[in-house]
């Protein structure tokens, strides 16, 4: 997604063309260092919305969040792009629906398990043989007998089998489910990158113009 910025006075297009190299230099010069101040306030607060749209547990998360200034070409005006490396962000950006044979491990409302621990978790059951589907109101579901083989496996999931039926403890040899066999999730839009960064842009320009003193 982009967004621009437009001011009049120096920085209007129609304008600049017409200033000498040395002037179109100085102002882009000026425009450089007001991104590169005013990006980092604009990279904090797009980290704080991160923050009320997600339950964070891990602040390497938010600190994934940056701001940049592109200013290679000297051909051409500099560009600040605010950002995340996190290839996922972007679907909780725009919202949408995610296609394919999904496995949603079924634990506890707002617990999470990454998605390598679950490969884990899968793949222990899967050598020992002990994993299997059933169907139960229309939905596919991944189960798995609790024995002493995959006790680390199971640890999580006996503790959300415990929280989901009020049972004290979970009997040797009991099956628990561990996931839900989907075709697609839909997610809602949930972290407003683009209102947060267009909310900052009168610090941009504020920032700037001071640059152009």
């Known amino acids: 997604m982009k967004l621009s910025i437009t001011a009049s006075g120096l920085l209007d297009p129609n304008r600049l063309d017409s200033w000498i190299p040395e002037k179109r230099r100085a102002i882009r010069k000026a425009v450089e260092a007001g991104m590169r101040a005013a990006g980092k306030e604009m990279a904090r607060s797009a980290q704080a919305r991160m923050r009320s749209a997600f339950a964070v547990r891990r602040a390497s998360f938010v600190r994934s969040m940056r701001h940049k200034v592109y200013a290679g070409s000297p051909d051409k005006f500099p560009g600040l792009l605010i950002g995340s490396r996190i290839p996922w962000l972007g679907i909780h950006v725009r919202g949408g629906t995610i296609r394919g044979r999904m496995l949603i491990p079924l634990l506890p409302e707002h ?48 503790s959300a089998e415990r929280k989901r039926t009020g049972a004290k403890q979970i009997k ?3 099956e628990i489910p561990i996931a839900v066999l989907v075709k697609s999730v839909a997610l809602k839009r949930r972290f407003d990158l683009a209102g947060s960064v267009q909310g900052a842009l009168p610090g941009l320009a504020r920032a700037i113009e001071r640059e152009l003193g």
């Open 172 to 174: 040797r040899g009991q």
């Open 111 to 158: 617990q999470r398990i990454g998605r390598k621990a679950f490969r884990h978790v899968i793949d222990g059951l899967m050598r020992s043989g002990n994993a299997f589907f059933i169907q139960k109101d229309g939905k596919v579901i991944l189960m798995a007998e609790n024995i002493r083989e995959n006790a680390a496996q199971l640890r999580r999931f006996k």
